[in-house]
Each structure stands twice: as C-alpha cells, then as structure tokens.
C-alpha cells in the first residue's frame, strides 16, 4: 500500500510538472517581449499630421538659423514640430483642449502675460530676460506652448504671433 502511495505521489507530481511546462514556448529566445504601444507617429510633412489628428498647425516666423527637424503626433491629441539650430531646439506644440502640454514643470523667476493684436493672452517664462517658455490657449479648444532656447522676447512674440 506505502508503495501505491508513493507512485501515486510521484506520478500527480509528473502530471503537475508536465502541465506547468506545457504553457512554456520551446525556444525562449524566439519570443518577442510584450510592449505597450508607442502613441508618438513621426511624419514628414506637416499635412501628413494634419491627417492624422484632424487639425493643423502653422508656425510663425523662426528665430534666424532655426530649421525643421521633426514633426511627431500623438495619437490624434497633439502636433509638436521641433526646429534646430546646432545642439538649440525651439519646440512648439498644438494640442486638443485647455490644459498646459508643454511638460515643463519648471519655477520661473520672471513670469508674464502679454495679450497680441488678435486678441490671444500669451503666458511667458523667463529667467534673466530670456524667454524659455511661452503658453496660451485659443478659445478654450486648443492649448499651445513653445519651448525655446532663451530667446528674446520679440523674438518668440514674432514667432507665437504667426503660430495657429
């Protein structure tokens, strides 16, 4: 009977063996890790996003030396184009709503709003005169920021007045 028992023990714990290593792929290696989907898109040209997200954006004009690297969507929420001069990017961003999508979480000492000819109320940070940050909204339907290299002020004031 003790040794019915012991093979009865043995063999449940093969059959559990076997069952747990069923599941298992035959060559690890080949398995592909699981990822969550990456929701940024780079594109080409600027229609090209416009087509993705169902709106466009136009930009004002550039700070001199300033060219266009990049063009990204995410999802079908926000359109952000960075221009480069060197190792400086000046990065603008058009998204869908009211709330602040430039993800610059930073405390600027000099913090002011200036209101443009259309209307517009432009939020701008600065640390020592130089502007790094500009924010505003458009009728409580789009949010916009641009990111800039300490700039001067009318130089992002020319910039954000073109930018729609």
């Not at 023990?9 to 599941?23: E, V």
């Not at 005169?129 to 800039?148: G, M, P, R």
Request: proline share 4%; net charge negative.
């Amino acid at each position: 009977m003790k040794m019915k028992k012991t093979v009865l023990a043995l063999a449940l714990s093969l059959a559990f063996l076997l069952a747990a290593c069923a599941g298992q792929p035959k060559n690890p290696e080949s398995m592909e890790d699981v990822q969550l989907p990456n929701p940024m898109n780079q594109w080409s040209t600027l229609e090209e996003a416009a087509e993705k997200t169902g709106f466009s954006l136009e930009t004002g004009r550039l700070p001199q030396g300033f060219e266009q690297a990049e063009i990204l969507t995410i999802e079908e929420n926000l359109i952000q184009i960075t221009f480069q001069k060197g190792e400086e990017r000046l990065v603008v961003r058009k998204g869908k709503g009211s709330e602040d999508l430039s993800s610059d979480y930073n405390e600027y000492s000099q913090v002011t709003e200036e209101t443009l000819l259309d209307g517009r109320t432009v939020r701008l940070s600065a640390e020592e005169d130089k502007i790094l940050l500009a924010t505003w909204t458009e009728n409580d339907q789009w949010s916009y920021s641009v990111s800039a290299p300490a700039l001067s002020k009318d130089e992002v004031l020319d910039f954000v007045e073109g930018t729609h």
